[in-house]
């Protein structure tokens, strides 16, 4: 069965970190470029970051850059957001999902997200 699983939301005061993985399982991660997208409550979905599978470069949404990392892990089938500085606004359901490339609008598949909330 294909699919993407996100791990790793929770709980996180403001300043604290988090890391999320997306495990994929039944396909190889190895040929997609992986994005992450945020929910917050009330907003659209927007994407936050995504690696290339050509080269691994790597973009990021003004409002994470210089506090979230994305990386993979092509051995473990596995992609990862370190999100650190951790602010209210931050607060989102995170989706990982693949596409073809970074710039790509077409998503291949969904995961079914991770509750992250940042709160005092």
């Known amino acids: 069965q294909v699919q993407l699983v996100e791990s790793g939301g929770g709980l996180v005061q403001p300043g604290g970190s988090l890391r999320l993985s997306c495990a994929a399982s039944g396909f190889t991660l190895d040929y997609y470029a992986i994005a992450w997208f945020r929910q917050a409550p009330g907003k659209e979905r927007e994407g936050v970051s995504c690696i290339s599978s050509s080269d691994g470069s790597t973009r990021y949404t003004d409002s994470v850059k210089g506090r979230f990392t994305i990386s993979r892990d092509n051995a473990k089938n596995t992609v990862y957001l370190q999100m650190n500085s951790l602010k209210p606004e931050d607060t989102a359901v995170y989706y990982c999902?693949?596409?073809?490339?970074?710039?790509?609008?077409?998503?291949?598949?969904w995961g079914k997200g991770t509750l992250v909330t940042v709160s005092s």
């Open positions: 999902a693949t596409k073809s490339s970074c710039s790509a609008v077409l998503i291949n598949y």
